[in-house]
C-alpha cells in the first residue's frame, strides 16, 4: 500500500510538471499574457487540442471546422462595436494583442457552446482586412484609412479554424457612415472621391444625416461585389454574411421623392424602366441584382463558402412599401440568392406586434419546400432591458426567456441554428476589455450571467 501512494504521489507531480511545461510552451508560442497563462492552465479545456493543430498534428479540429455541417449552427456575432471596445481596452494595438483579444473571444464562445462566429469586416465601407477596394477600418485603427500593421480577418480565421470554429465575414453593402460628414471619411475612402466628383456624385447618398452607397448605382454595385470576391479568393472564411441594412427607411412625404427616387424618374423618362414598374419594386429589384450577383460571385469562386441574409424579423416590415425593400419571397422561391435566412425575431412570446412563436412559424411558413435554410437571429442585447409600455417587458427581465426560445427551436425540423446579438452580452463579467456591458445594472448583469451559464448547459444537454 506505501508503495502504491508513492506512486500515486510520484504520477500526480510528473502529471503536474507536463501540465506546467505545456502551459509554458502554450505561453511562449502564442504570446499569452501572464493572466491568460493562468487562464489555461486551470481552465481551458482544448489547450492540447490547440498544440496539436499547432504543431502539425491538430488536422482533426481543423477539419471539423470544415466538416461542421453535422452541428447545429450555433454562432454569435461580433460586431464593430466590440472591436471599438478592444481598441479602447489596449495601450499597444498590436497584432498580439489582437491575437489575445480574439483568443478570449473564442475561449469564451466555446465555453458557452457555440460552433460559429460572424465577425463583423465591412461595418461603414471600410475593412478589417487588407482591401483593395475599402480603406482600413477606424474601429481597428483608431482612424479610417490607418494600416493596424496586420491583418485582423487573417488572423481571426486561423485561430477560429485552429479552434473548431466556422468563421463567416458579415459585411454592410450600403453603409458609408452614421454621419453625413465626408471629411469624417479616409482620403482613400471611394465613397468620398465619389462624393466629391463632378460625375460621379450620385454613387453616393445622404438621407438622415447618414451616408449610403447608392443601390440602383451599377458602378456601386460593382465595388461591392468586388469587396466581397477579395474576401472568398483570399481568406479561408467559410461563409458570407450581410444583416438588415439595406435602404433605409422613409415615410409617405418622402418615399417618392428621397434617396434614389432621381435615378427612378429618369429611368422612366429614358425607357430604361418600365412603365408599369413602381418605385417599391424597383428598389427590391437593385436589391436582388445585388444580393443574386454576391451569390454568383460567392459561387464561381468556392462553392462551399455560404453567403447568408439576416433580415429584419417582422415580415410585414420587410413587405412594406417605405423601408428595406428586401425580397425575400423570391429569394426562397429561386436558386442564385441566398443559402439561409436568418430573420432577426428578437422578441418575447407577449410581444403585441411580432411574438416570437407566431414570428418564427410566419418564416417556417415562408421557407417551407425551399432549398434556403432558415436560422434565427435572438436578442440577447434586449434582455434586462426594457421600458414598461413594452408587453414583453416582464419576459426581458426573465433569463428563461431564452432557454424557452431555443427549446423551440431545438424542436422545429426546419429551423437549421441561431445565432446570438451579440457577443458582449456573454462576457458582461470580463475585467480586460471595455465592452458597453461591464457598464450594466447589475440586476442586468445577473440575468445576462445566468443566460450564458444555461447556455453552456442547453448545448452540452443538446450535443448527448
Not at 482544448?46 to 453535422?70: I, M
Not at 482620403?187 to 466628383?197: T, V, Y
Amino acid at each position: 500500500m506505501k508503495h502504491f501512494v508513492q506512486n500515486l504521489i510520484l504520477v500526480i507531480i510528473l502529471t503536474i510538471l507536463l501540465l506546467f511545461s505545456y502551459a509554458f510552451l502554450q505561453k511562449k508560442t502564442e504570446n499569452f499574457g501572464l493572466s491568460e497563462f493562468y487562464q489555461f492552465l486551470f481552465e481551458h479545456p482544448s489547450g492540447q487540442q490547440e498544440n496539436a493543430a499547432k504543431n502539425g498534428a491538430g488536422e482533426e479540429e481543423s477539419q471539423q471546422a470544415k466538416d461542421g455541417e453535422n452541428n447545429t449552427y450555433r454562432a454569435v456575432w461580433l460586431s464593430y462595436l466590440e472591436f471599438n471596445a478592444y481598441r479602447r481596452s489596449v495601450t499597444d494595438p498590436t497584432e498580439k494583442s489582437f491575437r489575445k483579444f480574439f483568443r478570449h473571444i473564442l475561449y469564451r464562445s466555446k465555453k458557452c457552446g457555440f460552433n460559429r462566429i460572424i465577425v463583423q469586416v465591412r461595418p461603414f465601407g471600410d475593412a478589417l482586412y487588407r482591401s483593395g477596394y475599402f480603406p482600413w477600418a477606424a474601429c481597428i485603427s483608431g482612424t479610417q484609412g490607418e494600416d493596424p500593421g496586420y491583418d485582423p480577418l487573417s488572423v481571426m480565421v486561423e485561430l477560429a479554424h485552429k479552434k473548431g470554429f466556422r468563421i463567416e465575414a458579415w459585411i454592410n453593402p450600403y453603409r458609408v457612415s452614421s454621419g453625413n460628414d465626408l471629411d469624417e471619411l479616409s482620403e482613400d475612402n471611394p465613397a468620398k472621391i465619389w462624393a466629391l466628383s463632378s460625375d460621379k456624385t450620385r454613387n453616393v447618398l445622404s438621407y438622415d444625416d447618414a451616408l449610403y452607397y447608392n443601390p440602383s448605382s451599377e458602378e456601386a454595385q460593382e465595388l461591392i461585389i468586388n469587396g466581397v470576391k477579395e474576401i472568398v479568393e483570399n481568406y479561408e472564411v467559410d461563409g458570407i454574411h450581410m444583416d438588415d441594412y439595406f435602404y433605409p427607411t422613409f415615410n409617405e412625404a418622402n418615399v417618392d421623392s428621397a434617396f434614389d427616387s432621381l435615378e427612378y424618374q429618369k429611368g422612366l423618362s429614358d425607357g430604361t424602366i418600365e412603365k408599369n414598374t413602381s418605385l417599391a419594386d424597383w428598389r427590391r429589384k437593385n436589391v436582388n441584382t445585388l444580393v443574386s450577383a454576391l451569390y454568383q460571385t460567392i459561387k464561381s469562386i468556392d462553392p462551399d463558402v455560404s453567403f447568408g441574409i439576416s433580415p429584419a424579423g417582422n415580415l410585414s416590415n420587410l413587405r412594406s412599401d417605405l423601408q428595406y425593400y428586401v425580397d425575400v419571397d423570391t429569394w426562397v422561391k429561386s436558386e442564385g440568392y441566398v443559402d439561409y435566412l436568418m430573420p432577426q425575431i428578437y422578441w418575447g412570446y407577449t410581444n403585441e406586434e411580432a411574438p416570437f412563436d407566431k414570428t418564427l412559424k410566419e418564416w417556417i411558413a415562408l421557407t417551407e419546400d425551399s432549398s434556403v435554410k432558415l436560422m434565427a437571429g435572438l436578442q440577447l442585447y434586449r434582455m434586462g432591458t426594457g421600458d414598461d409600455g413594452q408587453s414583453d417587458y416582464e419576459e426581458l427581465q426573465d433569463a428563461g426567456l431564452i432557454a424557452k426560445e431555443l427549446t423551440q427551436l431545438q424542436k422545429e425540423k426546419a429551423v437549421s441554428g441561431y445565432c446570438f446579438f451579440s457577443y458582449q452580452y456573454l462576457d458582461v463579467d470580463n475585467k480586460i476589455y471595455d465592452f458597453d456591458s461591464n457598464e450594466f445594472a447589475a440586476s442586468r448583469k445577473k440575468i445576462l450571467k445566468e443566460i450564458a451559464g444555461e447556455l453552456k448547459n442547453i448545448h452540452k444537454t443538446a450535443e448527448n
